[in-house]
């Protein structure tokens, strides 16, 4: 595998469900990141990790819970999420700072 | 508020047209600056970027954009675009602030549809 991968894909869950979602970078970045792309709406930056340390919260629900084991992977685990958080969930990761940022798939997901 | 203005949200031209795609945004201090394209199907890509030097970068697939300090623009062009640069194309600013986070701030996005 090469860049940066994400799964799943494609993930349907309830409003009461947990699920986690799972992104790993093969670049050797040192940072890692999650963007929520919904429909008509820019990205926007949910969290940033920095050498595993949380640098960046966007005042994100706690719904949404981030963990960084090392700086290859990245989780987002999901807890009793809201319809209106369907939507495409992407990763990055850069060497840091200013460095530009690689993007994986993303998991689209509904939540019903 | 950071913000990052992308004007032309739908554009649909006929192979071989020029191009030229708006980017504002609003900050006041040192930025980077970048072009993303994400292709049909596909993950977001680099298309170019702007750290310092050069106001007029390169990118790959025959892209280029201008920074123009004083209109605090980033606009991306192609003299002659192809059927397969059918792609939406977002515009992103890293505000160089103290807080070395490597935030993102992203435009809308445009949709570029070429026609053969």
């Known amino acids: 595998e090469t860049g940066v991968t994400q799964t799943p894909r494609h993930l349907v869950m309830g409003m009461t469900n947990k699920k986690s979602l799972k992104c790993e970078q093969h670049l050797g970045h040192n940072a890692m990141y999650w963007y929520k792309q919904s429909a008509k709406k820019p990205l926007e930056l949910m969290f940033v990790?920095?050498?595993?340390?949380?640098?960046e919260n966007n005042s994100v629900p706690s719904r949404f819970s981030p963990e960084c084991p090392n700086s290859s992977h990245l989780f987002l685990h999901l807890h009793t999420l809201q319809p209106e958080d369907s939507a495409l969930y992407l990763c990055?990761?850069?060497?840091?700072?200013?460095?530009?940022?690689?993007f994986g798939p993303g998991t689209r997901l509904t939540v019903l | 508020a950071q913000s990052v203005s992308q004007h032309n949200h739908h554009v649909i031209l006929s192979e071989a047209a020029s191009l030229e795609l708006g980017c504002n945004y609003s900050y006041g201090g040192t930025v980077n600056l970048f072009w993303y394209v994400q292709y049909p199907g596909q993950h977001l890509q680099l298309l170019l970027k702007?750290?310092?030097?050069?106001?007029l970068v390169k990118g790959i697939k025959g892209f280029e954009a201008e920074f123009i300090k004083s209109k605090f623009s980033f606009n991306l062009r192609k003299p002659s675009v192809q059927w397969s640069d059918t792609a939406e194309y977002f515009c992103a600013v890293n505000p160089r602030g103290s807080s070395n986070t490597g935030k993102l701030i992203f435009g809308q996005g445009t949709t570029l549809q070429v026609k053969p």
């Open positions: 702007y750290f310092s030097g050069d106001p």
């Open positions: 990790y920095n050498f595993k340390e949380q640098t």
């Open positions: 990055a990761s850069s060497q840091g700072g200013w460095d530009p940022q690689y």
